[in-house]
């Protein structure tokens, strides 16, 4: 089955320092990868979705000068928060699909606090 | 613009109940919807894809229907487990492009 690594599970880091989170698609070449963000006890909220090769469509309201996103290759994307401050802390998802008739896979999340 | 609900947000059960979840979408022009299952603190895990075309899907003790027409899915659990306590999404696929929208989720408790 298709299977999506990402890591780290948990970062802490100082406040105006950046952190990198990768998501990887193992077994699969993923056309599209997807960045969430999940406040406690609510769904997810979609930040962006990430093409190969192609710059991030970010959603309404999410930074992108804040949330860097690559898509460098067909299994890899990463986000970059930067310059982090602690009301950027919280649970980051990705989710990679290779085809819509697949559905999608989701990495184990990253829970990021900012101290 | 697709809007999906599940109800109840909660639920409590005792062991061995069978149970039902629900999702409704407002947008009938879906690819598939899929259900999830979230542990606290964790990724999504896929329980369950059904293709537009399709009416239901089963995989062990969950079966998932869905009815394009009338906008709803439901998830049901049967002889519920301890285990099978976690948070369950509904994600509707609109034809329109690669966007999914989420549910908000039912937290299910199920009681040894």
């Known amino acids: 089955g298709a299977v999506v690594s990402q890591h780290p599970s948990r970062v802490i880091c100082k406040s105006g320092t950046s952190v990198k989170i990768e998501c990887r698609s193992l077994?699969?070449?993923?056309?599209?990868m997807f960045w969430y963000r999940q406040f406690p006890k609510q769904s997810l909220m979609l930040m962006a979705t990430?093409?190969?090769?192609?710059?991030?469509?970010?959603e309404q309201g999410v930074e992108k000068d804040k949330f860097l996103i690559n898509h460098a290759s067909l299994t890899l994307s990463t986000l970059t928060v930067t310059s982090a401050h602690p009301e950027d802390s919280s649970f980051y998802i990705c989710?990679?699909?290779?085809?819509?008739?697949?559905?999608?896979?989701f990495g184990s999340g990253t829970r990021l606090t900012v101290v | 613009k697709q809007e999906v609900t599940q109800i109840p947000a909660a639920l409590s059960v005792p062991e061995g109940e069978n149970l039902v979840l629900n999702c409704s979408f407002t947008?009938?022009?879906?690819?598939?919807l899929q259900w999830f299952r979230q542990d606290p603190g964790k990724g999504l895990t896929s329980l369950l894809l059904?293709?537009?075309?399709?009416r239901e899907q089963t995989s062990g003790r969950l079966n998932a229907s869905l009815d394009k027409s009338s906008g709803r899915s439901t998830l049901y659990i049967a002889a519920s487990q301890p285990g099978d306590s976690a948070t369950y999404l509904c994600?509707?696929?609109?034809?329109?492009?690669?966007?999914?929208?989420f549910g908000a989720g039912t937290r299910l408790f199920v009681k040894a």
């Open positions: 990430s093409n190969e090769g192609s710059k991030a469509t970010y």
């Open positions: 989710s990679a699909i290779r085809d819509r008739e697949f559905g999608y896979t």
């Open positions: 077994d699969f070449q993923a056309t599209t």
């Open positions: 059904i293709q537009s075309s399709q």
């Open positions: 994600a509707a696929f609109n034809t329109g492009g690669f966007k999914t929208i």
């Open positions: 947008d009938s022009a879906i690819y598939n």
